[in-house]
């Protein structure tokens, strides 16, 4: 096997462990943002924590955009392969995405909740 692709295969070798650590980091978020659910209210290392996940998975999907076309340029079956790969990145970073933005709405209503609760003290 050549230099040039022992390396592709050792960067596809990376991806795959990636994805796989990528797609445990999301069912972490999942949970924490079901308990926060559950609790009515999130905590602000919960907010910066799925941000930065989203952040990191992006670049990563960035990276990974540049190896597509690098085994695009010697191999489109190849790369048509790899396809599935790329599609479960971005399906990953929009369910980040998405319990980055359930989180938000958990957190909204709390201080909404704790806003209401406040007025109707004031008054009484």
């Known amino acids: 096997m050549s230099g040039t692709a022992t390396t592709f ?3 596809l070798r ?3 462990s990636d ?4 797609q ?3 069912d972490r978020l999942r949970i924490r943002t079901e308990n926060a659910l559950s609790a009515g209210q ?3 290392d919960a ?3 799925v941000e930065a996940s989203a ?3 992006y670049e990563e999907i960035k990276i990974f955009d540049v190896l597509m076309r690098e085994v695009s340029s010697r191999s489109p079956t190849a790369a048509d392969e790899l396809a599935p790969v790329k599609d479960a990145l971005r ?3 929009l369910e980040v995405t998405e319990l980055g933005t359930r989180l938000y709405s958990i957190r909204s209503e709390g201080i909404g909740r704790e806003g209401s609760t406040q007025a109707a003290h004031r008054s009484s």
């Open 19 to 22: 994805l796989t650590r990528w």
């Open 14 to 16: 990376t991806f795959a």
């Open 47 to 49: 907010l910066v924590e």
């Open 55 to 57: 952040s990191l998975l």
């Open 42 to 44: 999130v905590e602000e």
């Open 9 to 11: 295969t050792e960067r």
């Open 91 to 93: 399906l990953l970073l």
């Open 24 to 26: 445990a980091e999301a």
